[in-house]
DNA sequence: GACTTAATTTAGTCTTGCCTAAAAAATATA
DNA sequence: TATATTTTTTAGGCAAGACTAAATTAAGTC
């Protein structure tokens, strides 16, 4: 395989990313305001991807990730959360401060030193916000899960990851002590704004909008 | 504190490096030669690092680090040790194997996860190949040592470091069961070639050539 | 001290990855 | 279907960091 850049790698992680659960091409518009870079260069880097075989690329049609793309992005994913485990699990950082760390430490090569990172890591299946780490072919672990917001009254269920990994989101659910394995068991939706009623397994009883809701996963 | 470029890093290591034990100013061909560079493409980068204050430069002089440059340097340095220790330590990686991934993992940036990862791997004072790992202020901790080849017939001592790190260096050691902490008595030196034959603490006999002695720090 | 050689800098290019402005193509609308 | 809007591409530039070739300065030699 030939040795990507640093630019070309975000570049296929960010169509694997807005392509995912969604089979259509991806549109330039969509990758530009992903990594926050001008159409026009966005533009230009699909035309040398393309040259490279990684994504097949139709002028104003859109793109989407060769096999070989697929390959490359899935394993930039699967060191991504190799690294926040281990900076969590290792380093005790928590889950809203490991990204930006692992966006850096997910470029360095090596493949045999990520394979000993997850066995150093105990194998682990899933990252500190509950998503699913690829194993070296680029499998990824199929999980039954739904968000919270589509549960109903009565329902029981535990969290097991979130949609939203922003910060502030993290922060917050951190503020209110819940955390990836919490169970509980839904008592209440309101009507007229859709939040919901929780009662947690430590009896615990907590009120949540209809938008953070919609940022958790749940298995039942 | 500015952010500097992979490249710019890079450059400060490499006079840190030729600097060391050294007060003399740095030539441009030496740093060229370094970091595999043309002298054309390294006077261009002397003047934009001293533009930063980095380095004091005077043009066909050589350069010197700043105080700021001779920073940022020594926590690079500070950086790449501390990984190469995890690297071997953690993640099982022999010491002619660390040197080219630790290259890569010292630019991640992030201060914090350094006095983590430092905390976690036990404040470790010297990486794998025995050199001294820079506190956070750049301090190095000063051992007496002295390279095997000073040592004279009946001189009792231990191996602490090695001067080259190259692979072949590394594993030519590690196949004659030689490793940091290794005991031995000189019981002999040929005059010849300047070859010496040491009696290791487990009983077995070595005859070492000059080269490699030259390359070996020792304490008595 | 003049001449030769070695080290260093300057000049001119190249590639990568970005930008803005303008052109072109696709899509939406009337 | 013709027109307006949105999306995408092209054109032209810029900065970083590299190169080669040529010019300049320093250092060594007779
Ligand atoms: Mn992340
Ligand atoms: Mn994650
Ligand atoms: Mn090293
Ligand atoms: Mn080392």
Redesign the pocket.
Known sequence: MTH?????E??LKSILKLSDHNQTK???????NE??????????????LADKKLIT???????KLTKTGEHYAKNLVRKHRLWEVFLTQKLQFSWDEVHDLAEQLEHVKGDDMINRLEKFLGNPKFDPHGDPIPDTMGNIAIRKQQLLIELKKGDKAVIIGVKDTATTFLQFLDSIKISLGTKFTVIGVVIYDHSMQLKLQDGRELMLSQQVCSNIFVSS
């Open positions: 990507l850049s640093i630019t070309e975000n570049y991806i549109g330039t518009n969509e990758i530009a990594i926050n870079i001008s159409a026009a260069s966005v533009s230009d880097m699909l035309r040398k690329y139709q002028k104003y049609y859109g793109v």
